[in-house]
């Protein structure tokens, strides 16, 4: 829920909440009639955000969304730059029209949530766009991402896939770029019974993470899958060695030798 609430007040805040103004009529107005002598036109087609709202606040709350999407402005505005078309106001991409009907829904979210989790308003954590975006246009899970590009186009390209996001978004909160996301990457394909798969994950983020006691862990279950008991064994000393405190690993261990 939580998920779907950020994306909500993600996309849509950015796109739906506020449109710059279209040209004045011809001949102009009168200062005062709308607008500022000499400064920009009044904003239109403010269907969510109230109305009223200073100019300077709109543009502000845009600009943090953008950026908590990794987006431009053009992503659900008419804005084709110099030479091109641009309304601000138009409504003709579908991307905007959604948009309203997901910050609808978010707003009441929030709302809805302090007597869901029984705290007052300003105890209650509120969703934000940051919340799932991440700087995403449409977050996902890396994990979903690199099942798909196996499923698509096979193991070897989601691994490249990954070099390439990790690449990108090393450092950000975009993927679970920790050892963690490998792992969870490897789990799942022993639990669907493709330990290759999973070795092939786990040996990637030995790249990365060479003393990552727990990858080394992971790798003794694909090693099971594959009855190579000697492999698991290897695997879970390793783990041993990198991490003394890794006790659930020292347990396995112990279970392995004693079979």
């Known amino acids: 829920?939580?998920?779907?609430?950020?994306?909500?007040?993600?996309?849509?805040?950015?796109?739906?909440?506020?449109?710059?103004?279209?040209?004045?009529?011809?001949?102009?107005?009168?200062?005062?009639?709308?607008?500022?002598?000499?400064?920009?036109?009044?904003?239109?087609?403010?269907?969510?955000?109230?109305?009223?709202?200073?100019?300077?606040?709109?543009?502000?709350?845009?600009?943090?969304?953008?950026?908590?999407?990794?987006?431009?402005?053009?992503?659900?505005?008419?804005?084709?730059?110099?030479?091109?078309?641009?309304?601000?106001?138009?409504?003709?991409?579908?991307?905007?029209?959604?948009?309203?009907?997901?910050?609808?829904?978010?707003?009441?979210?929030?709302e809805k949530l302090p007597a869901v989790v029984g705290k007052a308003g300003n105890e209650t954590t509120r969703v934000g766009c940051m919340t799932c975006h991440r700087g995403l246009a449409v977050p996902k899970q890396l994990t979903q991402v690199l099942n798909e590009a196996v499923n698509a186009k096979g193991l070897d390209s989601a691994v490249a896939q990954y070099r390439e996001l990790r690449a990108k978004y090393a450092g950000t909160m975009a993927y679970d770029m920790s050892e963690s996301g490998l792992i969870a990457m490897a789990q799942a394909a022993v639990g669907a019974d493709r330990p290759d798969n999973a070795l092939v994950w786990l040996n990637l983020n030995l790249e990365f993470y060479p003393k990552s006691s727990r990858t080394y862990q992971t790798m003794a279950q694909a090693h099971q899958k594959k009855n190579d008991k000697d492999a698991a064994i290897k695997d879970l000393e390793k783990a041993v060695e990198l991490d003394p405190n890794n006790n659930q690993a020292k347990a396995q261990l112990q279970q392995l030798k004693g079979q």
């Open 1 to 110: 829920m939580k998920r779907f609430a950020g994306m909500a007040i993600g996309l849509c805040l950015f796109a739906a909440s506020s449109a710059l103004a279209q040209p004045p009529p011809a001949g102009g107005a009168a200062p005062g009639a709308g607008q500022r002598a000499g400064g920009p036109p009044p904003m239109t087609n403010l269907q969510i955000i109230p109305k009223e709202t200073p100019r300077e606040q709109v543009v502000a709350t845009m600009q943090s969304i953008s950026a908590a999407l990794g987006v431009q402005c053009n992503y659900c505005h008419v804005m084709e730059g110099r030479g091109g078309r641009n309304d601000m106001a138009s409504d003709e991409k579908p991307v905007k029209k959604t948009a309203r009907q997901m910050m609808v829904f978010a707003r009441e979210l929030n």
